[in-house]
Structures are given as C-alpha cells and as structure tokens.
C-alpha cells in the first residue's frame, strides 16, 4: 500500500474536499511545488489556479480562488495538507472546473461591491446623524 497524506480544502461556504492522496502539485509565488507523505511543515500563500492530485491513479483538479496552503505532520508517519480559500471547486475535468471557478469568483466580486455600497450607504447616514447631534449640542 502506497503512502498517502490528507487534503483538505475548506471555503467560507463549506468543505470542497476531505480525501487521501498520494502527492499534489500545487503553484506557490516560487513556483510550483510538488507535495508527497513526509513533506516537511510549511505555510504559503497560493496564487489563484489550479492544484494537481491524484486520487486512485487518476489525477483531479482544484481550482482556487487564491489561498493560503499549511503542510503539517499530525503524527510521524501522517502528513496534513490543509487548504484555505475565498473560492475552490474539484474535479476530474480540468477545463470545466477552471469555468466554474470563473463563475464563483465573478460571484464574489459582485458580493463585494454590494457590501461596498451597503457601508458607502451606512457611512453616510451616520455622517448625517453626527451632523445633527452636533447642530443640536451648539444649538443651531
């Protein structure tokens, strides 16, 4: 029986993936880096794209929304790769996981202008209150 290591890959919204495997390819800002059983412990930022792993002699894909990557050792012989990201989707088809990823980040874009607008909106509404307060401590 081949070595496997843990890879999790968790979003805001939920866990996209919880399986074992036996190495994953995956793009730091140095570069690509490939992930075995026994990598040493590590903490990277990771650039939006796409993750290599192979689960049962067939490689998937992670598409990401950006990240950050912890390599860890939970025991001597048990090594951890856990995933955080705004935005991820998995699965056997390279080019439609990459269009559904496209999806959810134009998703997330459209949820940060909204929240954008919401505080511009809650700003100055609280603006206007201090305003008044103040007209009213001077007595205007």
Not at 111 to 120: G, Q, S
């Amino acid at each position: 029986m081949k070595p496997t290591m843990r890879l999790e890959v968790i979003t805001p919204d939920n866990k996209v993936l919880d399986t074992d495997t036996g190495s994953m390819r995956v793009l730091l800002p140095d570069g690509w880096w490939g992930i075995l059983p026994g990598h040493a412990p590590m903490i990277s930022y990771i650039h939006s794209g796409v993750i290599h792993y192979n689960k049962e002699d067939q490689t998937r894909y992670i598409a990401l929304y950006q990240g950050t990557i912890e390599v860890r050792k939970l025991l001597e012989d048990q090594t951890h790769v856990l995933i955080l990201t705004s935005a991820a989707e998995e699965g056997s088809d390279l080019e439609n996981v990459q269009t559904l990823l496209e999806k959810q980040a134009a998703r997330l874009e459209e949820l940060v202008k909204e929240a954008d607008i919401e505080f511009k909106q809650i700003r100055l509404a609280l603006e206007k209150s201090l305003q008044k307060i103040s007209a009213t401590d001077v007595g205007l």
